[in-house]
Nanobody, 123 residues
Framework: QVQLVESGGGLVQAGGSLRLSCAAS????????MGWFRQAPGKEREFVAA????????LSADSVKGRFAISRDNAKNTVYLQMISLKPEDMAVYYC????????????????WGQGTQVTVSS
């Protein structure tokens, strides 16, 4: 069983930055691919970014390319999402997820999910 706890969300002005963290309570964190997803009110969950178990391969949604960066520290069992140039449309609950398979943009390929952290962007 993997428990994921996100942190780092909050209120930020448009153009600002935030760094989300997701701490995993599992001994074999380095064997999991990790992803970030988000869900805005009234909208479906959407993929944001994913990273392979080693950190060597990454994916990101077109809507965040050049603004968001995913990274991980396997020694700390933590995955990060650095967000810059935030826009009002980035406002959502952000979830991290762990996959035993491979890094992917598909939510149904992830096995464990965190509770989410709210990101609010004021215009």
């Amino acid at each position: 069983q993997v428990q994921l706890v996100e942190s780092g969300g909050g209120l930020v002005q448009a153009g600002g930055s935030l760094r989300l963290s997701c701490a995993a309570s599992v001994r074999t964190f380095s064997s999991y691919a990790m992803g970030w997803f988000r869900q805005a009110p009234g909208k479906e969950r959407e993929f944001v970014a994913a990273i392979s178990w080693s950190g060597g391969r990454k994916l990101s949604a077109d809507s965040v390319k050049g603004r968001f960066a995913i990274s991980r520290d396997n020694a700390k069992n933590t995955v990060y999402l650095q967000m810059i140039s935030l826009k009002p449309e980035d406002m959502a609950v952000y979830y991290c997820a762990a996959s035993r398979a491979h890094y992917s943009g598909r939510g149904d390929e992830y096995d464990y999910w965190g509770q989410g952290t709210q990101v609010t962007v004021s215009s």
